[in-house]
């Protein structure tokens, strides 16, 4: 009898523990679901806002005239956002100069020729420069970088110019291609790496025709990413790039999209005035590029996407 009444007990207990157990799954469950569904709120709320504020600046000025004229200037009336969309994407071009190939190379020398023990200690110091803040390299671009290249190379560059904030920001961009990019090329099978060696190619051969092309998809998509992530950079455009909306070579001062926000924003500008809802409607046009950047990853990885 006592022995029937310790395993009732037992059962009891472990009843109890697993309703326990069950309740708290059910809580995290609950808590990481308000988790997910708080972030796809927080973007319908600014997709909503951005819409919402655009569409009201736009029953103000045309939106042909915002997407066709070459003349921005909202306090003398003229609204042409090409300008600020050709110094968006002269400093990207010039960025994407720097990162992609430095990013790649990167890439494949930390995956196919580094050590263990220099990988170990090189691709943290590679992302170091992705935790510099970016207004410390919009000053590094303003107070060395245009002074060196203006001393040395191109004597015309003006003290503030596209060419130089490019430059710097491709630098800051290097880690994001070269880790997306490293992690892409370090995932494909070792196989295929001995099979090519078998076959009598060289280290730098399985490099650039097999690895590479193996992991094309993803190189792709961190080039995208780092595209959008030039597109978006505000401090670095902001501090050495200038504020002129003018559609010129990258040797003179420019204005990107973030920047003009900066500038407004930073300003009196009274709310519900047509200057403030420019704010609005430059960065529904930058939402538009990064979600078409977006897009195109997206279907390029699933394109092009190797299953091994």
Request: with cysteine.
């Amino acid at each position: 009898m006592a022995v029937v009444t310790e395993r009732e007990g037992r059962s009891g207990a472990w009843r109890e523990g697993s309703w326990k157990r069950h309740l708290r799954e059910r809580i995290i469950k609950v808590v990481l679901m308000a988790c997910a569904y708080l972030s796809v709120l927080t973007t319908f709320g600014i997709v909503f806002v951005l819409i919402f504020e655009t569409v009201s600046f736009f029953r103000e000025v045309s939106i042909f005239e915002f997407l066709t004229t070459t003349e921005w200037s909202p306090t003398q009336g003229s609204f042409g956002i090409l300008p600020l969309v050709w110094g968006t994407v002269m400093v990207t071009i010039v960025a994407m100069t720097v990162a992609l190939p430095l990013g790649l190379l990167a890439a494949i020398c930390l995956s196919e020729y580094a050590s263990e023990r220099l990988r170990s200690w090189l691709k943290p110091a590679l992302e170091i420069l992705a935790g510099v803040p970016t207004i410390v390299y919009g000053y590094f671009a303003l107070t060395l970088v245009t002074p060196f290249l203006k001393d040395t190379i191109l004597p015309n560059l003006g003290s503030l110019n596209a060419l130089s904030a490019g430059l710097v920001m491709g630098v800051m961009i290097i880690p994001t291609v070269a880790s997306v990019s490293e992690d892409a090329i370090y995932a494909v099978p070792r196989s295929l790496r001995e099979g090519a060696f078998a076959l009598g190619a060289t280290k730098r051969e399985v490099a650039t025709k097999i690895v590479v092309p193996a992991a094309l998809s993803g190189i792709a998509a961190a080039v995208i990413l780092g595209i959008s992530r030039a597109v978006g950079e505000t401090m670095i455009v902001a501090v050495a790039m200038g504020a002129l909306a003018q559609i010129s070579g990258p040797l003179e001062p420019l204005q990107a999209m973030t920047a003009y926000i900066v500038q407004v924003a930073s300003g009196d500008t009274p709310r519900g005035s047509t200057l403030y809802g420019t704010i609005f409607a430059v960065g529904s046009t930058l939402f538009v590029m990064t979600l078409t950047l977006n897009i195109v990853s997206y279907w390029f990885v699933r394109r092009y996407r190797e299953n091994y």
